[in-house]
């Protein structure tokens, strides 16, 4: 009795280790290739207070340089489900890359972003139990859009 | 309790879908034009009649003259080819002495459009860019910017050009000058095509398969670099993201920067007219636009089309191809700068051609 213990904590800690060890890349940019804060969006466009507070809570972990991992983010096969999540996410949004697009391009990026959390598609469904912080009020995704819009209209206005 | 069960049934979730991959949680695939107008802008050429502007027309002559060039021989029409949608065809350029570009020449339409010039965006606009080729012993040259300009007093028709191009300047002949006028000339080198009116509200601008290939387009993620007035050229990405690009040698942006984030980061180009603009890619190693777009779903956006799915985009793509501005790019006096008289070197072989 004493030896199937032994042998099943002994096949429970190689497994654990294994997952743990074994999961791929957590695509956590080495300190040399990340982005100066001064490329950041929140900088290079002055984002008021409450935009940076949202951003930052509910978009950054996926969409910066400055991801915050999850336990399971490190443990198979969860892990590859974030770490591919993690590069369409950087595709298509990269707060802290904000220096990489023209101001064209600046304004398509946060009129997506407005319309994705506006239409409920941001955070993803999936993303969200497990994320709680990261819900958005109407308010909040009402402040980003108008920040954003006013940005758009000074520009045009320019 | 319930935040734990509802962990749980999260974690479940995650783990019966890692094996279906990515989600696709946008993008849009609503290919009315009031929804595209939210990613697109339609090109709109100025109603300046431009023939009349003296620095357009200077800009013009400068930009065909061989004379320029250490050898007189090689022009920015050399590789630029007007006729030609702006490209020469050929992966690397031919210039001074038979020297090879390190890179693929872009094509100059549109390129005003462009945040920045240069694949490495290492000049910030068109004038910038201009002082460039002219000075590079591997393309026009010529030893200083001095040379330049004794060259070009040298040509007594340049004098009344210069002088009414800018006639507030005291001494109109200088290097930045003659920037300008190149850098003005190209600003309208401009080509809206069927696109344009499809994003203006005319949809039947489209056939039922160019929309299918906008479609997919957008599905594929493919509008999250291409996008705005010029579906390109207004951002830098990395090159090889998922995926890494298998030609590691030309770093981009990195040699402009020297920071490690920029390795392998290039301006996105443009795709007006890219079905007129191959070879493709910074190193132009890609003969065949289906290939460009197999290599791009695989590289940039971790997917693998079928031919199908190919084609399909293809056929989206040749909409944004628009005729050439003959009459602001014609040549009136030709003596010593013949290349849009001449067939691009490539013509026979890609089927390329003004206006085709």
Same mark, same amino acid.
């Given at each position: ?15 654990? %280790?294994?997952?743990? %060890? ?90 997506? %972003?407005? %319309? ?43 | ?21 990515? +989600? ?55 590789? /630029? ?65 001095? *040379? ?13 050009? +210069?002088?009414?191009? +800018? ?9 930045? /000058? ?47 670099? /291409? ?63 289906? *290939? ?65």
């Amino acid at each position: 009795m004493r030896r199937t213990w032994m042998m099943l904590s002994g096949a429970i800690i190689v497994v654990a %280790a294994v997952l743990v %060890a074994g999961c791929s890349s957590n695509n956590i940019p080495a300190p040399e290739t990340r982005s100066p804060r001064s490329s950041s969006m929140e900088v290079m466009l002055g984002a008021d207070p409450q935009v940076r507070s949202t951003v930052h809570r509910a978009c950054y972990n996926c969409h910066s340089d400055q991801p915050r991992y999850p336990w399971y983010a490190s443990v198979w096969p969860s892990s590859s489900l974030v770490h591919s999540d993690r590069q369409t996410a950087l595709a298509r949004l990269n707060f802290s890359q904000w220096d990489r697009l023209s101001p064209e391009m600046s304004k398509i990026r946060l009129l997506d %972003a407005c %319309a994705m959390m506006t239409d409920n598609k941001m955070p993803l469904w999936y993303y969200r139990p497990l994320h709680p912080e990261a819900r958005l009020s109407a308010q909040e995704v009402q402040h980003f859009c108008a920040w954003a819009h006013s940005l758009n209209s000074m520009a045009e206005a320019r | 309790m319930t935040r734990i069960l509802a962990m749980c049934f999260g974690l479940g979730i995650l783990f019966l879908l890692t094996g279906c991959g990515s +989600f696709d949680s946008d993008p849009s695939t609503d290919i009315s034009p009031a929804a595209l107008r939210s990613r697109f802008s339609p090109l709109e050429v100025p109603t300046i009649q431009t023939s009349q502007n003296p620095r357009v027309n200077l800009g013009r002559e400068l930009f065909y003259d061989k004379r320029l060039s250490t050898g007189e021989n090689t022009s920015c029409n050399s590789c /630029h080819l007007l006729n030609a949608y702006g490209v020469d065809g050929h992966s690397y350029s031919t210039g001074h002495a038979g020297k090879l570009g390190g890179r693929n020449a872009p094509t100059v339409y549109n390129a005003g459009l462009n945040l920045a010039q240069f694949w490495d965006g290492r000049a910030k606009d068109l004038v910038e860019q201009a002082k460039g080729p002219i000075l590079n012993p591997v393309e026009m040259g010529m030893p200083s910017s001095a *040379e330049v300009i004794t060259r070009i007093k040298s040509i007594p028709s340049y004098a009344p050009a +210069f002088r009414q191009a +800018f006639p507030d300047s005291p001494d109109s002949i200088t290097f930045d /000058h003659f920037a300008e006028a190149v850098a003005t000339f190209e600003q309208g080198l401009l080509t809206p095509s069927r696109w344009d009116r499809y994003l203006e509200g005319d949809t039947s601008a489209f056939n039922e398969q160019e929309k299918q290939g906008l479609k997919l387009f957008l599905k594929t993620g493919c509008a999250s670099c /291409h996008a705005g007035r010029g579906l390109g050229g207004n951002s830098y990405q990395k090159l090889g993201y998922p995926k890494s690009w298998p030609n590691q040698h030309d770093l981009g942006r990195y040699q402009v920067t020297s920071l490690d984030r920029d390795r392998m980061v290039f301006k996105v180009p443009t795709l007006r007219n890219i079905e007129k603009t191959g070879p493709y890619f910074h190193d132009g190693q890609v003969a065949s636009l289906n *290939e460009a777009i197999d290599l791009m779903a695989q590289y940039q956006c971790g997917k693998k089309l079928s031919a199908d799915e190919i084609n399909r985009i293809a056929t989206f793509l040749k909409t944004l191809t628009g005729p050439l501005p003959e009459k602001y790019i014609a040549n009136v006096d030709s003596a010593a700068k013949d290349d849009t008289l001449a067939m691009p070197r490539n013509e026979a072989a890609n089927g390329k051609g003004a206006g085709r």
